[in-house]
């Protein structure tokens, strides 16, 4: 996330740790902010956005189907990776 604090003359890039391309940000004060994006991916600031932290799925987990024309294509690490916990929704 970058954040301009001077209407744009400069910009503070914020990591969120994820990967997930994000969709929106809301700050509902100037230190309390949610970002959602793919998968479900739901962060939660209170700090202006110098750190982010997941919003965890309560157990919940992603449903994941896999279609492929040709298995020899299959990227197994990839369906390992998104099939398990991490905040997906």
Do not use: K
Request: charged share 20%.
């Amino acid at each position: 996330i970058w954040h301009s604090p001077d209407d744009g003359r400069t910009w503070i890039r914020q990591p969120t740790g994820q990967t997930m391309p994000l969709n929106r940000i809301q700050f509902l004060t100037a230190t309390h902010g949610c970002a959602v994006g793919e998968l479900g991916t739901i962060l939660i600031t209170d700090n202006g956005g110098d750190r982010w932290r997941i919003a965890q799925g309560g157990g919940r987990h992603v449903a994941l189907l896999t279609i492929h024309a040709r298995p020899a294509t299959l990227a197994p690490e990839l369906i390992a990776r998104v099939s398990g916990e991490q905040g997906y929704r």
